[in-house]
């Protein structure tokens, strides 16, 4: 009898192998994420919620919006520029249950850390509430590493870190007065894998990595939870603004729509999942990227090894989606 479960214990795993590998090469997400998608909770289970997103004019930020809205959420809409805040306010009433009174527009800009308090209070004095923060404003960056200037890496630092701790500081009293509160981070590939010609992009993303998985722990006895959502290539128009190797000079270079990277939509779509099932991280990319995911974070060591051998040509061609 031992024998024969012992069979069929060996049986079993491997075809249990077999099948997750083909999960993983047939997804657009980790494998966590994938299950909450079919068997999690709903973005729906989000409604009613008040969501605050940074850098909500463009890109991720503006579908998370349209995701969110069609979930019922009552959202804080803040970038710095207030006319494509307002745009995407008028498309949110499109997109779903919510009011003009949901909505609240809030032009900010995140290097400017001595408003952000007075943010923070705004919004409560709007809603009485802020029950999930989305960290989404930030910028990329292209540039050699030798030949990138320490201004850019301080620029980099003040705005993708500095920033978001910032704001986050400016609402975490709150949520622990509650006694819950949910921060998001949207970090990158580029937060777990080193990147040729971003690295002062890399580097801040890794550093928000370090700074919340810290709050991860330390909130946790306040019912505070922090998701951090990693995305590879995905359609944006981050590259148009994103950093060079020189101080105050802009990469200014349009996606090419034939690129093989993720719809923005789907990409908005699979964060409000990962938001409403609280999930801790989730890696969410095409093929072969989100493979590297599981590579570096499993088998770092072949991890780098592969990375050296791959050379920075290929990389930067898988990165920018060709």
Known sequence: MELCLCCLVFAVI??????QLLRLL???????????????????????????????????GEFLAYNLASAGC????????????????????????VKEEDILVLPLDLLKCDSHTEAADEVLKYFGQIDILVNNAGRSQRGVWE??????????????????????????????ENKRGHIVVISSVAGKLGIPNSCSYSGSKFALHGYFESLRIEAFQH??????????????????????????????????????????????YLT??????????????????????YVIQYFPTYGKILGCKLG??????IREGQ
């Open 14 to 19: 491997p075809i249990y192998i077999i099948v």
């Open 147 to 176: 030949k990138i200037s320490i201004e850019v890496d301080r620029d980099m630092m003040e705005l993708n870190v500095i920033g978001t701790l910032s704001i986050t500081k400016a609402v975490l009293p709150h949520m622990i």
């Open 312 to 317: 920075m040509k290929a990389i930067n061609k």
């Open 223 to 268: 019912n505070i939870k922090v998701t951090m959502i990693c995305p590879g290539p995905v359609f944006s128009n981050v590259l148009t603004a994103a950093f060079t190797e020189k101080p105050g000079q802009a990469f200014g270079v349009a996606m090419n729509p034939n690129e093989k990277r993720m719809a923005t939509d789907r990409c908005a």
């Open 26 to 60: 047939l997804a657009d997400c980790d494998l966590t994420l994938q299950w909450a998608t079919k068997f999690g909770k709903s973005p729906a289970t989000l409604r009613g919620t008040v969501v605050w997103i940074t850098g909500a004019s463009s890109g991720i």
């Open 272 to 293: 409000t999942v990962a938001m409403a099932n609280s999930l801790d991280e989730v890696w969410i990319s095409l093929q072969p990227v989100l493979l590297s995911f």
């Open 74 to 97: 009552r959202l804080v809409l803040s970038a710095r520029r207030e006319s494509e805040l307002e745009r995407v306010k008028k498309r949110c009433l499109l997109s779903g249950p």
